[in-house]
């Protein structure tokens, strides 16, 4: 049963400090996602990637965060520095586009606070 | 600007009747539309994915409904149980290279 990984599940971290949340996607598909989750926004679209090359990542702030897909089966979201208001469940998806759209399947986030 | 919003936060409902969800969306032209489950502490699962071409899709007892001219989508658990309790989020595609927008949710209960 395919599955998309993600680590660390949860993080805890001091304001100021690098944050490097990692995801596998799902073999063979070509699109990955980066969403973050909180009470107050809900779910938000932060960056996206199809086959490796980034498509949209106006969703983050371009200060701290960066996102990157060094090869297919590795996609990463870095912080640095974390504030507290990054504190949230940050989610990848990764989904096969085509024409028709196409559903997108979730890893089970990592729990981010930082202090 | 744009807007998705989905009906009442909570859904409480009695164990074998329907649950009806609703998504209405403005200033938005979709390709398609979604809907998702999440359960606390994991991620959104996709359960269907509706067309603008399309009026309705089933899948065992869940239904959703696409009415691109009232812009609005109606998603239905038939004969609910309590294992059906969770949030159900919708989503929109923008026509924007598969991009999605999600609601806030909807969280249903089901009492036995």
């Known amino acids: 049963d395919a599955r998309v990984t993600q680590t660390p599940r949860h993080k805890v971290t001091e304001m100021g400090q690098e944050v490097t949340m990692r995801c596998q996607p799902i073999?063979?598909?070509?699109?990955v996602f980066w969403y973050r989750q909180t009470m107050m926004q809900g779910l938000e679209l932060l960056a996206y990637?199809?086959?490796?090359?980034?498509?949209?990542d106006s969703g983050m702030p371009k200060d701290r965060f960066s996102a990157e897909m060094p090869d297919a089966t590795l996609a990463t979201l870095k912080i640095q520095p974390s504030e507290p208001r990054d504190s949230a469940v940050y989610f990848c998806?990764?989904?096969?586009?085509?024409?028709?759209?196409?559903?997108?399947?979730f890893g089970p986030g990592t729990r981010l606070t930082v202090t | 600007s744009q807007k998705i919003e989905q009906n009442s936060e909570a859904l409480n409902i009695q164990e074998g009747k329907t649950a009806t969800l609703t998504c209405n969306y403005t200033?938005?032209?979709?390709?398609?539309l979604q809907w998702y489950r999440q359960d606390p502490g994991r991620g959104p699962v996709f359960l269907l994915l509706?067309?603008?071409?399309?009026k309705e899709k089933r899948k065992e007892r869940l239904k959703v409904t696409f009415d691109t001219t009232l812009k609005q989508s109606l998603f239905h658990i038939t004969a609910s149980q309590p294992a059906d309790s969770a949030t159900y989020l919708c989503?929109?595609?923008?026509?924007?290279?598969?991009?999605?927008?999600f609601g806030a949710g909807t969280t249903v209960t089901v009492r036995a």
């Open positions: 998806a990764s989904g096969l586009v085509r024409t028709g759209g196409a559903e997108q399947y």
């Open positions: 200033n938005y032209s979709p390709a398609y």
């Open positions: 990637f199809r086959n490796r090359a980034p498509l949209d």
């Open positions: 989503a929109l595609d923008m026509r924007s290279d598969y991009k999605l927008s």
């Open positions: 509706i067309r603008e071409n399309e």
């Open positions: 073999l063979g598909h070509n699109t």
